[in-house]
């Protein structure tokens, strides 16, 4: 039996990934831009968001840094972040125990914020997809923000039923590219910044 509380336990925000961490430059200046008007704007100006990039460029902080800055503006605001891979799990698991979908449906029908993250393995997944699109539309058409990861832009992704296509393209869709020579560099230095050794020293040569 698969139950809410055992959803939650998988859709923590991350208090380590913040806005004031992450290191901004032209790669992921839009991006950027766009997460924190997100963050900060009840008028649901980018909504969806889509965020896209190669693995390991920042999405996830960003998407984290969202859910953390919005709980900080709205504690008593429902937030919930999860990953496609636990986001399937979920619903199979759900659907195994032979409970109504539509009580799985109902666990997002009070959700202000919701983060997914790595939408393309959505890839092939036809009852799952069709589970994520009415979830989807509930939350849009009940004035709440959804922000969605991904490895390709909405065009890219493959594997995915056109109607979900067609949703996330509904919104606004920003990049991350790979970080230029300085941004590679500031952010190698806040990541040591955040190990909190004094006694680790790496000179700008090794950097």
Do not use: W
């Not at 972040?81 to 666990?107: H, K, M, P, W």
């Amino acid at each position: 039996c698969f139950s809410f509380y055992a959803l939650c336990l998988y859709c923590q925000l991350n208090k380590k990934y913040t806005f004031d961490n992450f290191v901004q430059g032209e790669c992921n200046k839009e991006a950027l831009t766009a997460a924190l008007i997100v963050s900060d704007d009840s008028s649901l100006t980018y909504n969806p968001l889509f965020i896209y990039s190669h693995s390991g460029l920042g999405k996830t902080h960003l998407l984290h840094a969202i859910g953390n800055y919005y709980q900080e503006k709205h504690p008593e605001a429902n937030i919930m972040y999860i990953s496609t891979d636990t986001f399937l799990e979920a619903f199979v698991n759900y659907v195994r125990g032979y409970q109504d979908q539509q009580n799985f449906y109902a666990y997002f029908d009070k959700v202000d914020l919701l983060l997914v993250d790595d939408i393309q393995f959505l890839f092939g997944k036809e009852k799952s997809s069709e589970m994520f699109f009415h979830i989807f539309n509930e939350i849009i058409n009940s004035n709440h923000q959804i922000v969605i990861t991904s490895d390709k832009m909405p065009d890219e992704l493959q594997g995915i039923e056109e109607r979900l296509i067609s949703r996330f393209k509904s919104g606004l869709s920003f990049g991350i590219d790979p970080p230029e020579f300085e941004t590679a560099k500031a952010i190698l230095e806040k990541k040591i910044e955040n190990l909190g050794n004094t006694d680790l020293v790496i000179t700008d040569d090794v950097l």
